[in-house]
């Protein structure tokens, strides 16, 4: 089948490559592409249709249609016309019930053609309603073309390259090589991509090929993405030369499909580049001279060509292929059959102008010459050759014209619309194109309508007797070719956040779990009580390094964060401490925290994990609007934190400063902030109560995280986690913002009713607030404890009536407590100290009671200490 | 008044700091160094006011932003730049850095343009600031949180580039 | 069975506009068709008009994933919901158009504690209601769908999911052609490629509705325009709390069946499920800036595509064919905004965010009912415009934000 040495010929016939195709061996030489080795070595069908399992050959030979599908090595839905061959490739046809020559399911196409019209499924197996899902078990299994292979676990290896250029051409055509190379005169930075083999390895002077590559379209800010196998290159170029050429459309007639029908530049790529003589007797149906070219190009080749019809100027009314077993055995022109292997047909060339569309191009129809043309290019691009129009004429694609009785005329290959289909679907009503294309599914396949939108849209106009550009075209969307996933994922990296103190946590052992942006201990052990206890008897150490900090500093520092907080600072002393909640324009709890006063224009602020960036961002967006003399800086990675916390910290703190007088009772108060040495490490330390104990966070240089923490452990402190945070500071009903409230929760109804100064002039969320004062209440933020030893969801409902009356925002098991505890959204008229209600456990109600104040120590008493 | 010491790692005591990137960087190749702990101040004002002392690098990010790199002790150019009425807060501890070696090595990892630097913007999705030193060398800061996970994703591009032909 | 031998127009040609119809529809999408459908079928009123301005379910209708379910978060959405997927499971019946509603179930994968907590709430809420939904392990993860990489290897190990079986996924146009045509049997007037121009008000009343065909007299006027729907309320010189913002979606190569269910990963962003052509119908969050333009970006299309990823990485090698966006019109608490309006005879369904679609039967039945009775029903009185004057809003924030 081979011929002798082409010319151009890409194949390397010393070089013998063996693999496997449906099991058995096959081979081909270096250069080949698994396509044409397998039609060198005599395979004529490549794949079955996507409805009536017609068997079908190569057509485009290009990578654009369907129609050589197949899974190469587990990887489904590959075009072998343009895989390159590599020894040892496990080739699979797909979608075949039984063998590519022998489906089972073709028997659709025999039967199918009545009974499952377009949108037939819309129509049927709508009763009995039961039955549906066994319908639809049949109606999934029938789709679909490759398999994914269950067993392949990804991760292979994908990199992603942010590229600049001066010109990036797209397009490796005569046009596009001229213009890099003119371009390359001017100075570097020029770059030409190119699907095809030919290029690769290509010299051009002063221009970079990269070839094969694929650029997948124009997105925003004329970003381009270049598929190159294995990387993607995100170009940005300051000029984009576009010349994608121009798409050979196929001829519309009875039999089009049938294997043996091509597209002239298929036969071209067979005969010239892989030096195949592609049948032994052609027909050729031309509209532009390249195929009337490849009419001579095939009786070089020793093909016989008993007829050519330049349909030009011979126009047709009828053309029909026949077939046997479903290749092609004779021509049907005008009622005269010409029996011939092969029929290689066009309608001519339109334009590929899909990337200039996606750049914001306008479309238009040029009735003469029967293609769609860009126009107004946008700034920064330019187009040349083919795409512009050049050279690029169609004839009307459709050559079937009363046929009632003969073989299919297919509109898409990829879909398996026909002719029949579309005028039923435009005699139904679908009568626009995009609602025809999507009843019929027409342009919606693998070729992405490269091969088919010309045709519908001629069809769709001659039908509804508008003009083409009246019908006008679907959107050009990316990507132009399919691309990966992989290869649009990139390397596998997800960023977490972990504080310097985080592998200490792992070497001890510690649960890690995501929290927010940060990967933090969930608790040390199985057993988060053992924690909670250490802490309330001895000493814990927890790391908040994930604590959202905040330098505010200047002049109008107070001013600032009097306007921000419902809270005021204006009163309080350098050197202490204040809780502050922030709350939205809509008087909405967004984060809560602690406010420290380092000095009279420097306030040092606390915020939620989550909150950090948010918090910040919020700050300095209001200190733009109002133009306040402050700086905010945020200094939480800065920044490492721990709460050292239990009966034992003052006494453990003070072994580790250079004087324990300064940690004494009197010296340092609950709610003061101080700057000490611990540990030969500067701290700032506050004194605070989250988790109800006498504690002391820490905030000092992220570096010393380690040393810090191994020196408080060596002082006997237990690590604790997250888990046991959550149980002590529940115990003190101490909220957490974004979990026992919502975005709509507010203040009052919080239970904070004495945090905000409503005398303050303003302040974020003001006139919120106020009105929520005024209003009537719908909700409020309690604790209880249950009646019985069961914990609920955190989540579960209190019912009222059968109905959802409130919501458990938190529940744990407290031993301190010796109860079950937690927190609460009732009813206002049912918040009384000791009001019964009741919470939905499983599958019955369980009773609770309110509880206000705290659950531990309510006096405070311990973390006064 | 707070001399705001608990931000310097310069003022803890001898062998009580390390670095966020010494696990992720263990038995890196050369062209990765670690610049972690190298002294840089965040400043806050009118950044025209100061002044670069020997061997420091002043970057600005905006007129009231920008960054002081410093081979010196942070901590006493804190008090330089506060003497010459700009807020300066000591960054050294906030930030993970890294020489890198290679034009292509950053352009798998940034979309920044490296004729344009120094720069604020994401590299390996990460914000960071990326700097250029003489030829294909370039330093990248980004946050210490980070750090081990953008090393990670540094070695990761090195070790592309080393299988790509 | 005979209706597939028999060629027969979904719905007339559209002829001309009359001078005046009793209620005129802006929005040709699943809502307006659905509450024309519901006027006629279930109150008689049949001199209805719907005004689209290019194709029927040309916009949010024909550009979202297909999801439907009930396992919302607050008792009023899921109440709302509830209703919505039972009129969804009858309607291939009802409207004699197989709408191919595939409920195979649906997982909102949590990967921390915290999506843990959000998925029993919504567990809880729902089983109140007696909406199927329950938080399960990774053990019976694995049975609905064993391909789900259940290992810690993933950047976001999978901890848990919310299960909702009644979940599924549905063909798109099919439910809009399905009301399209039942409507216009009935005989409510479809007229696509009409724009609406302008709405004259008179007082607390609109009186006409001008349109690029001419202008027409409107006895009551419904809104139904989703991501146009602020620019639609701005022609009667109302101010909507509503931001516009764009989703991406996308779909790979058809393969054979692999996943049944629809998996949500709220963290990382993404829906998945596949489709019964084969293909994967993969959806993204919202871009974070406000546009009304249609394009998105593809650094979102390369963050979906990883995050799939994560969860499936044996797809790493199936190939996105087409992408495309949507509009979304987003409210403050994620809740829609439906009902009446501070103009009498003006009604409104928007803000619905991304999750408008799945709540096309009952935004019709309910609006068909405000609409003939004047009365708005109790089941969307929760989400009335007023409520952000009255500020009692329903916060749908946890639940909707990232989950369809």
Known sequence: ?865 | MTELRFLSPSQCAEGSTASPLRRALDGAPEQVRDLSLQGVLELRGDIARVEAGEGEELVRLSPRRGFLFTPGDPFEAVARVRAAGVLAYDSTGALAGLALEGEQLMRRLTDLELTKLPAAGPFARVSALVLRDEGERFRVYVPQELGHDVALAVLDALAGLELAP | MKDIFRVRRMWRQPGELKRRYDVVIVGGGSHGLATAYYLAKRHGITDVCILEKSYIGSGASGRNTTIIRANYRTPEGAAFYRESVALYERLSAELDFNLMFSQHGHLTLAHSDRGMVVSQERAEVNKLLGIKSEVIGPARIRELCPQLDLSDRPAYPIMGALYHPPGGIIRHDAVVWGFARAADRLGVEIHPYTEVTGLERDGDRITAVETTRGRVEAGQVVSATAGWSSLVAGLAGMRLPITTHILQAFVTEPVKPFLDVVIVSGQLHVYVSQTDRGEFLIGAEIEPYTTYKGTGTLSFLEYSARHVLELFPQLERVKVLRTWTGLCDLSPDYSPILGKTEIDNFHLSAGWGTYGFKAAPIVGVTLAELVATGKTPELIAPFALERFHTDTLVSELAAAAVSH
């Open chain 1, 1 to 865: 089948m081979r011929l002798g040495p082409q010319p151009r010929e890409l194949i390397d016939r010393s070089q013998r490559v063996l693999f496997t195709f449906d099991g058995r061996a096959a081979g081909g030489y270096t250069g080949d592409t698994i396509g044409s080795a397998l039609y060198a070595s005599g395979q004529r069908v490549f794949s079955r249709s996507f409805k009536y399992h017609r068997p079908r050959g190569l057509l485009c030979c290009s990578g654009h249609c369907p129609n050589c599908l197949m899974t190469v090595d587990s990887v489904p839905n590959v075009r072998v016309c343009v895989e390159p061959i590599r020894a040892g490739a496990v080739v699979e046809p797909q979608n075949v019930w039984g063998s590519l020559d022998r489906d089972a399911l073709a028997v659709t196409d025999k039967i199918g053609g009545p009974f499952t019209p377009v949108g037939f499924y819309y129509r049927t197996m709508i009763r009995p309603r039961f039955m549906w899902p066994l319908y639809e078990k049949v109606l999934r299994n029938l789709a679909g073309l490759g398999k994914v292979d269950e067993r392949h676990h990804g991760h292979s290896r994908y990199d992603v390259e942010h590229r600049r250029a001066r010109v990036l051409v797209v397009g490796g055509g005569q046009s596009g090589r001229a213009a890099a190379l003119a371009a390359a005169t001017r100075g570097p930075g020029v770059v030409l991509v190119d699907e095809g083999m030919r290029l690769r390895g290509a010299e051009l002077e002063g221009v970079e090929v990269l070839a094969p590559a694929r650029a997948l379209g124009i997105w925003e800010g004329g970003l381009v993405p270049v598929d190159a196998g294995g990387v993607l290159y995100r170009f940005r170029a300051e000029r984009i030369v576009v010349a994608t050429g121009a798409l050979e459309q196929p001829l519309v007639f009875p039999g089009n499909d049938l294997v043996g029908v091509m597209l002239p530049d298929g036969v071209r790529r067979l005969i010239r580049d892989f030096a195949i003589r592609p049948a032994s007797r052609a027909v050729v149906l031309a509209s532009d001279d390249d195929a009337l070219e490849v009419a001579d190009e095939l009786r070089e080749a020793g093909v016989a060509v008993p007829r050519v019809v330049d349909l030009r100027t011979a126009p047709l009314g009828r053309i029909e292929a026949k077939g046997r077993r479903g290749r092609v055995s004779a021509a049907v022109l005008d009622g005269r059959a010409v029996e011939c292997d092969l029929v290689v047909a066009s309608a001519g060339r339109q334009p590929s102008y899909s990337l200039l569309a996606q750049a914001g191009a306008r479309v238009e129809y040029e009735p003469s010459r029967g293609i769609f043309v860009p126009a107004e290019l946008p700034a920064g691009f330019e187009a040349l050759g083919a795409v512009t129009g050049e050279g690029c004429a169609t004839v009307h694609p459709l050559r079937s014209s009363g046929a009632r009785n003969g073989d299919k005329s297919f509109v898409c290959v990829c879909e398996d619309v026909t002719t029949k289909d579309v005028d039923r679907a435009i005699a139904e009503g679908f009568d626009s194109i995009e609602l025809s294309k999507r009843y019929t599914t027409v342009t919606m396949g693998p070729c992405q309508g490269k091969l088919c939108q010309l045709a519908s849209i001629r069809l769709y106009a001659r039908t509804t007797g508008v003009s083409e550009a009246t019908v006008g075209t679907t959107t050009a969307r990316p990507p132009w070719a399919p691309v990966e996933l992989g290869l649009l994922a990139g390397p596998h990296h997800e960023p977490a956040r972990r504080s310097s103190i985080h592998f200490r946590h792992e070497e001890a052992g510690a649960t890690i779990q995501w929290a927010g942006p940060w990967k933090r201990p969930y608790a040390y052990g199985e057993h988060p009580e053992d924690e909670v206890r250490a802490v309330h008897e001895s000493l814990g150490v927890i790391d908040v390094s994930t604590l959202g900090k905040i330098l505010v500093e200047g002049p109008q520092a107070v001013e600032l964060l009097e306007r921000l907080y419902p809270n005021r600072f204006g009163d309080m002393k350098p050197g202490r401490i204040r809780y502050g909640v922030i709350t939205s324009d809509g008087g909405r709890i967004m984060d809560d925290g602690t406010i420290a006063r380092l000095a009279d224009d420097l306030f040092y602020v606390t915020t939620t994990s989550t909150g950090a960036d948010a918090v910040t961002a919020w700050f300095e967006w209001w200190n733009a609007v109002w133009g306040y003399d402050a700086e905010i800086v945020n200094v939480t990675g800065a920044l490492a934190a721990v709460n050292l916390a239990g009966p034992r910290a003052r006494e453990a703190l003070s072994r580790l400063v250079d004087d324990p007088d300064d940690v004494a009772g009197d010296a340092f108060r609950y709610l003061d902030a101080k700057e000490l040495d611990v540990a030969g490490v500067p701290c700032l330390a506050l004194r605070i109560g989250f988790v109800g104990e006498l504690g002391y966070e820490l905030h000092f240089a992220s570096p010393a995280g380690e040393h810090l923490w191994d020196r408080l452990v060596a002082e006997g402190a237990w690590p604790f986690g997250l888990e046991p945070q959550r149980v002590l500071r529940l115990e003190k009903a101490h909220i957490i913002v974004g979990q026992d409230t919502d975005s709509e929760s507010n203040l009052l109804s919080a239970g904070m009713s004495w945090l905000p100064k409503l005398e303050k002039d303003d302040f974020v969320g003001k006139l919120a607030v106020e009105h929520v004062a005024r209003r009537e209440e719908v909700e409020r933020l309690v604790g209880f404890t249950m009646e019985e030893d069961v914990v609920p969801a955190e989540g579960a409902q209190v019912v009222i009536e059968g109905r959802p009356g409130g919501r458990v925002t938190s529940a744990r098991r407290s031993e301190a407590v010796g109860a079950v505890i937690g927190l609460a959204w009732l009813p206002p008229e049912r918040c009384e100290d000791g009001t019964r209600f009741e919470i939905r456990v499983d599958r019955r109600t369980v009773g609770a009671r309110v509880r206000h104040g705290a659950f531990y120590d309510a006096s405070g008493a311990r973390m006064r200490a």
